[in-house]
């Protein structure tokens, strides 16, 4: 387990000794904000229903154990650390276990349910992004506490930004709280995400991030908890093509948002890493991609059940997630996980390598 664990990163420090170390300081550490798509275990340590820290939740992942992470193991950060020479997961900042040593080499901030937007943290009583810059600059105290201002202005500027939210304005925010679609049609609530996209990414600018990504949305009217939804309310199985619609579009305007800040931000690097398309491939042709399963989920009924509802005590949850595309009904398993961070890898962090 050891020798497989820590094989690239050995690698890595091979390759780094004889380059003389030039390697190295590319990215020191990942940094992570966003929302369930990437919380390692923040909400943990919330009074919130919106938690996984049980099994069978992370029953992959490494000595089988729950995190909080809503997968039966590793999350794209994960992945994208190790993908650096860094360490194979991300800690989350709140997790007790651990401390600024260990959020020296990368530090998540993340919290499952939350949006762009203030109003969708507060539907499942979650961290909203201004909280989780206000942890990022905690973070950067006890940064230049632990290694010296100096080292940690060259952490802070060199660490590559993972910034993964939005699928929750829309599912839990703009198509669940009446007062939000009285108030924008669904374009409009694009162009005010935008907006509050640009102010975030301006904000941890000022604060001396340079290398981001910004992640797309995903093709969320094909997750399960929506197939289910289509379902039930008697339009068929298929995924909800307007939701779809919706993602597509808003990732436009992300990617012209990203063009954009490059242009207007001196000495900023930001890369749209979008998902949506790779992640159809596997939907629309799960076998191609080494899955048997990709309309409903492995845990429970695969149809509506997440976090509390996906209990050890289920019998219905499979037995090998591999075969899966979903874990539960709104998250990938490990292994599409570990497809999707691939993909990032070659055609959009490649640039940070």
Same mark, same amino acid.
Not at 72 to 82: K, L, M, T, V
Not at 99 to 104: G, Y
Not at 271 to 276: A, E, K
């Given at each position: ?176 709280? *009446?007062? @939000?679609? &009285?108030?924008? %049609?669904?374009?409009? #609530?694009? /162009? ?122 289920? *019998?219905? @949850?499979? &037995?090998?997630? %591999?075969?899966?595309? #979903?874990? /539960? ?25």
């Amino acid at each position: 387990m050891a020798a497989s664990l820590f094989g690239p990163a050995c690698f890595l420090l091979l390759l780094f000794i004889i380059g003389g170390g030039a390697a190295a300081v590319k990215v020191p550490a990942v940094i992570v904000f966003g929302d369930s798509s990437v919380d390692a275990g923040n909400n943990n340590q919330l009074s919130t229903m919106l938690k996984s820290n049980f099994r069978p939740y992370g029953r992959d992942f490494f000595g089988g154990r729950p995190t909080g992470r809503f997968s039966n193991g590793r999350i794209p950060p994960d992945f994208i650390s190790e993908g650096f020479g860094l360490r194979p997961f991300v800690p989350a900042y709140l997790d007790p276990a651990y401390n600024i040593s260990d959020f020296a080499g990368g530090v998540c901030f993340a919290s499952a349910g939350t949006g762009f937007d203030n109003a969708t943290s507060n539907v499942l009583n979650v961290i909203p992004l201004w909280k989780e810059v206000e942890y990022y600059k905690d973070y950067q105290t006890k940064l230049k506490s632990y290694v010296g201002d100096s080292k940690a202005k060259s952490i802070i500027n060199e660490a590559l930004y993972l910034i993964s939210l939005g699928t929750n304005d829309f599912l839990e925010n703009y198509y669940t709280i *009446p007062s @939000t679609r &009285s108030k924008y %049609t669904v374009d409009q #609530f694009q /162009d005010f995400l935008i907006g509050l996209v640009e102010s975030f990414v301006k904000e941890i600018y000022g604060l001396g991030a340079r290398k981001i990504s910004l992640t797309g949305l995903p093709p969320m009217g094909c997750l399960p908890l929506e197939r289910s939804t289509n379902f039930f309310n008697g339009n068929g199985d298929g995924c909800m093509d307007g939701y779809n619609v919706v993602a597509l579009h808003f990732n436009a305007k992300l990617s012209g948002l990203v063009e954009k800040m490059n242009k207007e931000m001196k000495g900023i690097r930001v890369v749209f890493s979008n998902p949506y398309g790779v992640f159809m491939q596997i939907i629309k042709k799960p076998s191609s991609f080494g899955f048997e399963v990709a309309s409903v989920a492995c845990c429970a009924s695969g149809m509506f059940e997440m976090g509390y509802l996906c209990d050890v005590l289920n *019998p219905f @949850t499979c &037995s090998d997630a %591999t075969k899966y595309v #979903f874990w /539960d009904s709104f998250h990938p398993t490990q292994k599409t996980s570990q497809i999707i961070s691939d993909f990032f890898m070659k055609h959009s962090l490649h640039e940070f390598l």
